[in-house]
């Protein structure tokens, strides 16, 4: 769906942000995007997006460079979610918020109707229909926000740190939003800094470093390896991803505590079996 070819870009009178990038995304995919600040994320997003064009390398959208997409195929193809969901909110319903994309297209009426209804019902939101959105708690506000990228129906959503603020229990909710958009297959872009999430959510990880991918592959393995120093690049080893890499019985990565618990567990029932009444 999406194919970035040596991609640069600086900003005026500065070094580059980004120095011969090149990945390829997609369609369905679940992609973490990690590195520390200044790294170049938000800068390769907003390339991804159309907001900004490379200084050198293409960004091929369908196979058709991306300078040459309009505004609306940007937009109909990839939704972006900012950090502050308040920075795309400013009308004064749910509903005529989540529309605002719809209008921007010259969509029909039925159309219209049809794409908020959808949007708010895949994101939890049709009871707050009429609510007014900053009135609405912040973890509500993201859901807004994503529920306007949803409805210009696009195949990529791209969310920035879109956990930042929110509690334990709210953070399990827009995942599992995001699992289930994933699996109706929407591809998702999640930049995070959260690695625990990373781990747990993602399958595939692209790390930027210096504004240069250092690295892209499962998100599993980026951790799993003992030789490989991520804390250079600014993450840090998940804790589930940290035990298992000390417990030598463990031939796979793990995704999350649970899953290391359930691991050992397994790992335990099966030693007893071989040699019944030995000491655990």
């Known amino acids: ?8 870009f ?3 009178g500065q070094a580059p942000a980004l120095n011969k990038v090149s990945l390829t995304i997609a369609a369905g995919d679940f992609i973490g995007l990690a590195g520390r600040n200044g790294s170049g994320k938000t800068t390769l997003t907003r390339l991804m997006v ?3 064009k490379p200084s050198a390398g293409q960004v091929i959208l369908d196979g058709k460079p991306t300078r040459e997409c309009g505004p609306k195929v940007m937009a109909r193809s990839i939704g972006y979610v900012f950090q502050n969901p308040d920075r795309q909110i400013f009308r004064d319903t749910v509903a005529t918020e989540v529309a605002y994309g719809p209008e921007q297209m010259e969509w029909g009426e039925a159309e ?6 959808e949007a708010l019902a895949m994101t939890g939101l049709t009871e707050v229909a009429e609510a007014y959105p900053r009135g609405l708690p912040r973890s509500v506000r993201q859901r807004i926000a994503i529920a306007s990228a949803l409805a210009l129906r696009p195949r990529l959503l791209i969310l920035d740190e879109p956990t930042s603020g929110q509690d334990a229990v709210e953070k399990n909710q827009l ?10 297959g929407i591809g998702v ?3 995070t800094h959260d690695m625990e999430l990373l781990l747990e959510h993602t399958r595939r990880t ?8 250092v690295y892209d592959g499962p998100t599993g393995a980026l951790f799993a390896d003992p030789a490989r120093d991520v804390t250079v ?4 080893v998940p804790d589930a991803a940290a035990i298992a890499a000390k417990i030598t019985s463990l031939n796979e990565p793990v995704q999350s505590m649970a899953e290391l618990a359930d691991r050992l567990k397994e790992s335990l029932e099966e030693k007893t079996d071989e040699e019944p009444g030995a000491p655990l």
């Open 233 to 236: 690049w600014g993450l840090r």
């Open 10 to 12: 600086s900003y005026p």
């Open 175 to 184: 995942m599992q939003l995001l699992g289930t958009l994933n699996r109706q």
């Open 50 to 52: 159309g907001l900004a």
């Open 189 to 191: 872009i999640l930049v």
């Open 1 to 8: 769906m999406l194919e970035i070819t040596e991609v640069s």
């Open 206 to 213: 692209v790390v930027l470093h210096r504004g240069q991918k």
């Open 112 to 117: 219209r109707r049809q794409a908020v209804a």
